[in-house]
């Protein structure tokens, strides 16, 4: 429980605006969802102190965005530090919160620190343009700009790293910062918020406000005046009500929403090497990430050997207490079980078999393999988000293109070939933002995160990620 944390002053149990732990009236509870037991209760935020905190972003704004791009890339490094010496006491945290592993844990804070490292280098980088102009009277320059506070809702599959992937990209750009992470999992970033404040970045720049009340938070953090950008990591539907909301004032939003990841084993795939990265894109976090595959459609001359491999590899994987050394913790809690049981069941009766099906723990879903589906099943149109393993199956290159492309998601895709032709055919063609080519494991702060279609817009990380938090500007210089 919280007592193992060696670093107790991580434990906070209200929102952080201001530089200033604010109380409430009403509590709720964190709860663990391996055992339901409640971790700690936390203040439930008000709607009013969640306007405290726009106003006291958009006074910090100002002095903010006028520091020098070497100035915040320090404070960065100095909280990314924080984190790092804290790795151990926010991995258990995280666990207590969310349920994965706890190996995953300290992966997922690994890779929430390295997009702090990641922006606080990017922001040394932030370059303007000069253009040939019409006449050798004028000069044109173009040149970027923060644009101003901007407010995140994030979900509870990383806690740590959702938060990261935004904050640090909006402080870095010069943009003080506001985000509502899931109520589900608010310590990881109170934890968060209490070593900002040890690492000196200034009150009102970097902000949390936690509350049971997404719908009417939400609402001023989509309608708000004051609040020149919007960026949301969750599911479709919540996204685009969102996106509609945050019309009312022509924010500049980003989604990064829903996926439903093909994952191909064409016949020429090294049959080992798929496996295991299904293994990895299938069971990752008990198969609760957006870029989780969804739909594995496998060659009709390697079905049977590869179900042989897979199956043997997934039943090494032992599920309980993320706090133990299992591989697969609980889900989320009793609704997202019911979820993927209706699912399975709906699936069982439109003609999927159960393959494989291995033992859970209370409050998780057994690792499951069902063979026989197809594209027109409910499973194969939505997001399972849980630990099953839907197999599919093809009997040409560009029928498993097709079927892969046959979802209104656009997030990732994972293929498995041997043949450097079939490859780029196969990339050219793929409606997703992020591919893994033989790799089950893509996410990189260095590389570009986000979809297509109905995964939403932006991009996160990368030597773009700092622009959906920049404006540019023009400057047309005449008689010169
Ligand atoms: P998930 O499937 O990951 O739970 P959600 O989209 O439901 O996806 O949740 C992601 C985040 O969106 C969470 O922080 C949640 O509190 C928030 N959220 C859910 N519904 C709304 C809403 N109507 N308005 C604003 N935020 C919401």
């Given at each position: 429980n919280l007592s193992q944390l060696k670093n107790q002053s991580l434990i906070k149990q209200s929102s952080f605006v201001n530089g200033s732990w604010l109380s409430s009236k009403n509590s709720f509870d964190v709860v663990n969802p391996f055992n339901n037991e409640s971790l700690l209760q936390v203040d439930d935020i008000e709607i009013t102190q969640v306007e405290d905190a726009v106003s006291a972003a958009k006074s910090a704004q100002q002095a903010w965005q006028s520091t020098t791009a070497y100035e915040r890339a320090a404070q960065l490094k100095k909280w990314g530090e924080l984190l790092t010496e804290n790795l151990d006491d926010l991995a258990l945290l995280l666990t207590l919160e969310q349920g994965k592993p706890l190996a995953e844990a300290r992966g997922e804070i690994k890779y929430g620190i390295s997009y702090i490292e990641w922006f606080c280098e990017e922001a040394k980088r932030v370059y303007g343009d000069t253009i040939p102009a019409l006449s050798n009277s004028q000069q044109v320059i173009v040149t970027k700009h923060p644009v101003g506070v901007v407010a995140a809702i994030t979900p509870w599959n990383f806690p740590n790293a959702m938060n990261t992937r935004k904050a640090a990209a909006a402080l870095a750009a010069g943009c003080c910062f506001i985000v509502k992470p899931s109520e589900l999992t608010p310590l990881s970033a109170l934890a968060m918020a209490e070593l900002s404040l040890q690492a000196g970045i200034?009150?009102?720049?970097f902000n949390v406000v936690v509350g049971t009340n997404a719908k009417a938070i939400g609402e001023v953090l989509t309608t708000h005046?004051?609040?020149a950008k919007f960026s949301f990591t969750g599911s479709t539907a919540v996204g685009k009500l969102l996106t509609q909301q945050a019309a009312s004032t022509v924010k500049r939003v980003s989604m990064e929403l829903g996926g439903n990841a093909p994952f191909i084993v064409f016949d020429d795939a090294d049959l080992e090497a798929a496996a295991t990265g299904l293994i990895a894109a299938k069971f990752r976090n008990a198969g609760q990430t957006c870029v989780c595959a969804n739909r594995i459609y496998l060659a009709e001359s390697i079905k049977q050997p590869f179900l042989a491999i897979f199956t043997e590899k997934l039943k090494q994987l032992t599920q309980g207490?993320?706090?133990?050394?299992?591989?697969l913790g609980p889900l989320i809690n009793q609704a997202a079980i019911d979820k993927v049981t209706e699912l399975v069941d709906t699936a069982l009766s439109e003609g999927a078999h159960i393959h494989y099906q291995g033992e859970a723990s209370a409050t998780g879903y057994p690792a499951t393999i069902l063979t026989n589906c197809n594209n027109t099943m409910e499973i194969a149109q939505n997001?399972?988000?849980?630990?099953v393993a839907t197999i599919f199956s093809f009997d040409n290159e560009q029928s498993a293109i097709n079927l892969a492309n046959d979802t209104e998601y656009g997030l990732a895709a994972y293929f498995y070939s041997q043949n450097i032709n079939r490859i780029m055919r196969a990339a050219n063609q793929l409606k997703f933002g992020m591919l893994g080519i033989n790799e089950g494991i893509i996410s990189n702060a260095a590389a570009p995160f986000g979809g297509v279609k109905q995964s939403g817009y932006g991009r996160e990380g990368?030597?773009?990620?700092l622009d959906d938090y920049l404006e540019t500007k023009y400057l047309c210089l005449g008689n010169l």
């Open positions: 200034p009150k009102g720049v005046a004051d609040i207490n993320g706090l133990n050394d299992v591989q997001e399972i988000f849980g630990p990368s030597k773009v990620g």
